[in-house]
């Protein structure tokens, strides 16, 4: 039986609910069908993330049974959730973690333009600014792996290490995106299905025009470092 500390425990409670409440985000803006699709969140202060069971209806997710881990992906036992088998991504999102120190959130999907471009293999150019500021120039494609064992993760380390974008189009599967939290995360798999579909339709209409290099750096520098509230820069 594992026990941690007081302030580690109000972590954990955190995270289950705001990852089990994230979940409905995905259906909310439609990014998801069925039981498609994870969120995960990493654990402050710990070596520990929390995910969804793998295949259980959207409806059914609460933070009781949100899946604790450890950043090797096994199911910590005796705690809640534990009895049920975690998502098949557990181990790509694990792999992330133990290589990313500065992501705290990860999130797969299969929103329907993001994946038209990973079926295709192709990444999505940065020619509007909505795109320079979330990801700071393309999206990137990452490479083709199997379900279910650390490859995903890999593929996702290796393209996004070095790289500003918060997304990879894993080639003939979908996006998957990083965050400073589960949250964040979050927002960058919304932002990757909207421009995604945009840049798709401008294909539709004619060659999109490149945007100049130094805009795109000017848009990113301020949409990460400005923009809003509480600017937290880049990740
Ligand atoms: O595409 C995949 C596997 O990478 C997943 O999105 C599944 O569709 C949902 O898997 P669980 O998280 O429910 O295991």
């Known amino acids: 039986m594992n026990t941690y500390s007081p302030e ?3 972590a954990i409670a955190r995270v289950r609910s705001d990852v089990a409440k994230l979940h ?19 654990v ?23 899946i604790l881990c450890d950043l090797d ?3 910590i036992p005796g ?3 534990a009895e049920r088998s975690p998502s098949s991504d557990t181990a790509a999102h694990a792999y992330v973690y133990r290589h990313m120190p500065e992501v705290g959130g990860v999130v797969h999907t299969h ?3 993001a994946v038209a471009w990973a079926a295709r293999a192709e990444p999505i150019p940065c020619v509007i600014t909505a ?5 700071g120039g393309e999206v990137p494609i990452g490479p083709f792996s199997i379900i279910g064992d650390d490859s995903i993760g890999r593929g996702i380390v290796e393209t996004l290490t070095g790289h500003r974008s918060r997304a990879v ?3 003939n599967h979908g996006p998957f995106t990083i965050g400073k939290d589960a949250r964040d995360a979050v927002k960058a798999a919304v932002m990757v299905e909207d421009v995604a579909r945009t840049v798709h339709i401008s294909r539709q209409l004619g060659e999109p025009k490149p945007m100049p290099t130094e805009a795109i750096d000017a848009l990113f520098d301020r949409y990460q470092n400005v923009y809003g509230q509480a600017p937290q820069g880049a990740l």
Do not use: C
Not at 24 to 42: D, K
């Open 8 to 10: 580690i425990e109000v």
């Open 24 to 42: 409905g985000e995905l259906v909310r803006y439609g990014l998801v069908i069925w039981t498609g699709g994870n969120v995960s969140g990493r």
């Open 44 to 66: 402050p202060g710990a070596d520990l993330f929390v995910i969804k069971p793998s295949g259980v209806d959207y409806d059914d997710l609460a933070p009781a049974n949100m």
């Open 73 to 75: 992906g096994k199911v």
């Open 79 to 81: 705690t809640p959730g």
């Open 111 to 113: 929103s329907t333009y």
């Open 131 to 135: 795109m320079a500021d979330e990801f």
């Open 169 to 171: 189009l894993m080639q």
